[in-house]
């Protein structure tokens, strides 16, 4: 999967489960739609990421990168309440979100060998 097709993906997950979290939720809490403002960027992101523009692809790295981190956190409550669901929703973001930055930095890797091979 190449680095903008995975990005799209990851920004529709964060989105979609970014959505269900804040309409689902008894109480609205407005970080449950931080998710969704980053898939929101992911994609406005992904024309430029998509011509391989060096600057957007490193700037949503480091993005995707902090939301793994600032996942946690969700992680641990829906863990602590034993939100079954919560548990699901947050966890698939973030194993959404790990691959992606897999890919990533496996892109990068391979601009790199290529370049030092020419």
């Avoid at 949503?60 to 969700?74: E, Q, S």
């Avoid at 034993?82 to 990533?104: E, K």
């Amino acid at each position: 999967m190449k680095p903008f097709q995975i990005n799209i993906v990851n920004a529709l997950v964060l989105i979609g489960m970014g959505l269900w979290a804040y309409l689902s939720a008894e109480d609205k809490s407005s970080t449950a739609l931080i998710p969704v403002g980053f898939g929101l960027l992911f994609l406005l992101a992904t024309p430029l990421f998509r011509k391989d523009n060096k600057v957007v692809a490193h700037i949503v790295v480091l993005l995707t990168f902090l939301l793994l981190f600032a996942l946690a956190m969700p992680l641990k409550g829906r863990i602590t309440a034993g939100d079954q669901i919560g548990i699901f929703r947050v966890a698939t973001m973030m194993v959404v979100s790990l691959i992606a930055l897999i890919i990533y930095i496996k892109s990068f890797i391979d601009a790199r060998k290529a370049r030092n091979n020419n």
